[in-house]
């Protein structure tokens, strides 16, 4: 499984998530029209160990589901991303699905929901300037 919704929030939406590197809860005012299109497609709950971020990694990820390279998110059943900056604040970055590793994602402002079947296993590519992204995780 595996959605897209595009401008899931707007500019000054995205601008105001993107300020702060940090935790948040799934009760902030700010996430209610995001969830709204996450739980209008699949059956989420946001209780403990779901959680959500913002997340700067100029590193990237290595390929992954969002169990966990050691499983230890195995509770994880779905992950939803939001990227925050636009892509020209931004150099590499790309977000790439295993089944089509060769077309890089980026989607400003896109909500991207996957679970975590072996073709969603995915990876972020290292970065240079300001990425930010909006993760969730849902058990």
């Given at each position: 499984m595996r959605h897209r919704i595009a401008n899931v929030v707007t500019i000054k939406q995205a601008q105001n998530l993107a300020q702060n590197i940090t935790y948040l809860t799934f009760s902030d005012k700010r996430l209610t029209r995001i969830l709204a299109h996450?739980?209008?497609?699949?059956?989420?709950?946001?209780?403990?160990?779901?959680y959500v971020r913002v997340e700067q990694k100029p590193g990237g990820h290595p390929w992954h589901l969002d169990t966990g390279t050691k499983n230890h998110m195995s509770w994880c059943k779905y992950t939803a991303r939001v990227l925050l900056t636009p892509e020209d604040s931004f150099e590499g970055g790309g977000f790439y699905f295993r089944d089509d590793p060769n077309n890089a994602l980026f989607g400003y402002r896109d909500l991207i929901l996957f679970d975590q079947i072996p073709p969603n296993e995915h990876f972020v590519a290292s970065h240079s300037g300001d990425r930010r992204v909006l993760l969730m995780f849902f058990a």
């Open positions: 996450i739980k209008s497609k699949v059956d989420i709950n946001t209780m403990a160990p779901s």
